[in-house]
T-cell receptor, first 116, second 112 residues
Framework: AQKITQTQPGMFVQEKEAVTLDCTYD???????LFWYKQPSSGEMIFLIY??????QNATEGRYSLNFQKARKSANLVISASQLGDSAMYFC?????????????FGTGTRLQVTL | DTEVTQTPKHLVMGMTNKKSLKCEQH?????MYWYKQKAKKPPELMFV???????INESVPSRFSPECPNSSLLNLHLHALQPEDSALYLC???????????FGNGTRLTVT
């Protein structure tokens, strides 16, 4: 069974600073995908970034980058130049392929608070 | 704006009521999902539809009944719910197996 662990229930970062949100995972699959989602207080789950297990380069999307260390089974999210609008809950998730559909298993989340 | 639309945004229902949650996507995705999220918890998968057929049911009680009328629509029929079923219900869709899930804004359900 797949397992996602996020050990930081809450994090604070000052505006314009960078922050790293931790995520470790456990799976026996060779092919898997890792996702990060942002959930503001409004409730919507916003897709941020994806890393495939066979991707050699770390994924980047604008201010978001994923620090993927396969041997350590970690997929940390780095947010650069934090903005007040980045305050939200962040979930790491792992994909399990079930034929044509992806079944996502989520970690417990990290609540990020950006301060002035 | 989200490309997955859920209605209603809020719903309050009694334990004897019958109601339905609706979800619509026009991205051509062939997989659609229902997730349930309790406060301060991660989303938990309920159902997965693939090509309009139910492919995963995560042992959800029968008082929740999903329906996929066509590739763009997904419903969740609710009947005889319990107060502990109060939660945020999220709908999502996805394309190929390697692609991300796109979520709607959710329906906040309160069972009284």
């Amino acid at each position: 069974a797949q397992k996602i662990t996020q050990t930081q229930p809450g994090m604070f970062v000052q505006e314009k600073e960078a922050v790293t949100l931790d995520c470790t995972y456990d799976t026996s699959d060779q092919s898997y995908g890792l996702f990060w989602y942002k959930q503001p207080s409004s409730g919507e789950m916003i897709f941020l970034i994806y890393q495939g297990s066979y991707d050699e380069q770390n994924a980047t999307e604008g201010r978001y980058s994923l620090n993927f260390q396969k041997a350590r089974k970690s997929a940390n999210l780095v947010i650069s130049a934090s903005q007040l609008g980045d305050s939200a809950m962040y979930f790491c998730a792992m994909r399990e392929d079930t034929g044509t559909a992806s079944k996502l298993t989520f970690g417990t989340g990290t609540r990020l608070q950006v301060t002035l | 704006d989200t490309e997955v639309t859920q209605t209603p945004k809020h719903l309050v229902m009694g334990m004897t009521n019958k109601k339905s949650l609706k979800c619509e996507q026009h991205m051509g995705h062939r997989a659609m999902y229902w997730y349930k999220q309790k406060a301060k918890k991660p989303p938990e998968l309920m159902f997965v539809y693939s090509y309009e057929k139910l492919s995963i049911n995560e042992s959800v009680p029968s008082r929740f009944s999903p329906e996929c009328p066509n590739s763009s629509l997904l419903n969740l029929h609710l009947h005889a719910l319990q107060p502990e079923d109060s939660a945020l219900y999220l709908c999502a869709s996805s394309g190929l197996a390697k692609s991300p899930l796109h979520f709607g804004n959710g329906t906040r359900l309160t069972v009284t």
